[in-house]
């Protein structure tokens, strides 16, 4: 689905939801991506983009940055603490704070570096065994933690469990953020998103309705 398609889709799920139109980040998720199918989308204009491997994003940002001016790269997968560094150089935001030990290497490069990208907490909503992100139940003692190193989460981040409906889990991640005094709601895939704008999302993570289908490589 193109680009134009998915923001048109955006735009009517912003009016259904009452909400003003651009109140929704698109995150166009190119982690896999052709070089090709991403710079299309770059030449549509689009300027937020999100990956999930620090090592991809290293080789390719830097040049798109040069070559078409002002992006946002949002961190969306997994962050190893041994590339906090390099992905506090590389992003603009980062989705998936999921524990004390990244908290306080994050914590560590605010204080050399003076500034850090935006923080988003990633919570467990299904409380899924094989899936990073706080436990609900855990959210408020780290989110105390987080601030008494100074660090200054602007959100939640949630991925709902693949075989049930997303509602009760956006609703959740929205009331968790609203008593934490939280504004960013990262939420909604290409499968979800307009249900997760109906709940508040501030951003929506949109793939391969896109790019198309990624193609991974053969190990």
Not at 55 to 68: F, T
Not at 142 to 149: N, S, V
Request: hydrophobic share 45%; glycine share 8%; with cysteine.
């Amino acid at each position: 689905m193109a680009l134009d398609q998915i923001l048109a889709r955006m735009r009517a799920a912003e009016r259904a939801a009452g909400r003003g139109e651009g109140s929704v980040t698109l995150i166009a998720v190119s982690k896999v991506q052709p070089a090709d199918r991403v710079q299309a989308v770059l030449d549509q204009g689009h300027r937020v983009f999100g990956e999930n491997y620090v090592q991809e994003a290293a080789a390719k940002w830097p040049a798109w940055r040069a070559a078409y001016g002002p992006l946002q790269v949002h961190m969306i997968g997994p962050l190893q603490t041994n590339k906090a560094k390099l992905a506090v150089d590389l992003f603009d935001a980062i989705h998936t704070l999921d524990r004390p030990s990244l908290a306080t290497k994050l914590a560590s490069l605010a204080q050399a570096r003076g500034a850090l990208p935006q923080l988003f907490v990633q919570v467990n909503t299904g409380e899924e065994p094989q899936k990073a992100g706080v436990l609900p139940a855990d959210l408020s003692a780290f989110l105390r933690d987080c601030r008494a190193m100074d660090l200054a989460p602007h959100g939640l981040m949630c991925i709902p469990p693949e075989d049930q409906d997303p509602t009760p889990h956006f609703a959740m991640l929205a009331r968790m953020a609203a008593d934490h005094g939280l504004s960013g709601l990262s939420m909604g895939m290409s499968g979800d998103f307009e249900t997760a704008i109906a709940h508040g999302a501030t951003h929506i993570r949109v793939g391969s309705a896109i790019f198309g289908a990624r193609a991974y490589p053969t190990p």
